[in-house]
């Protein structure tokens, strides 16, 4: 997948490329929270890059699948394993009249461990496989 983009910044080795919304996630707002139809991208710098400079940025299409699956097929797996361990702690311990309510608790908590569990491990491990890179100025 490929995007066009303006430099913003350079500082470190790092650059900031503001994208414009394309339709797949323009309806999103994941990323500055819906204030405008822009987003910041940061990237690694390469040494004929200005500020200013259009630049046409590259997403693996195998990449953007895998960051989907981490972001929302972990903490889909880990709300249903989180259901069933507290339908199996309401059972073991004969608390049946408040089953369903351990049950959505323990779901929605161990969603919540998915959720920081998948932050800190993308903090520990970054990877450029999941970054987008400069293609061409």
């Known amino acids: 997948m490929t995007e066009k983009g303006c430099v913003a910044n350079i500082k470190d080795g ?19 929270m819906g204030s405008n139809n822009r987003m910041m991208v940061e990237v690694d710098a390469i040494d004929e ?32 394993v989180g259901v069933f361990a507290g339908y199996a702690v309401a059972h073991i311990f004969g608390i049946d009249n408040f089953s369903q309510m351990i049950e959505a608790i323990s779901g929605l908590l161990f969603t919540a461990i998915s959720f920081i569990g998948i932050k800190y491990y993308s903090k520990k491990v970054i990877n450029k496989e999941y970054k987008p890179v400069i293609k061409k100025i």
Do not use: Q, W
């Not at 790092?14 to 500055?32: F, I, P, Q, S, T």
């Not at 630049?55 to 249903?80: C, D, H, Q």
């Open 49 to 80: 890059l200005k500020v200013g400079d259009n630049v046409l940025l590259e997403i693996r299409e195998t990449s953007m699948l895998k960051a989907t699956m981490i972001m929302y097929g972990i903490p889909l797996l880990f709300f249903f």
């Open 14 to 32: 790092k650059a900031k490329v503001e994208l414009l919304r394309n339709d797949m996630c323009g309806k999103c707002h994941a990323c500055d």
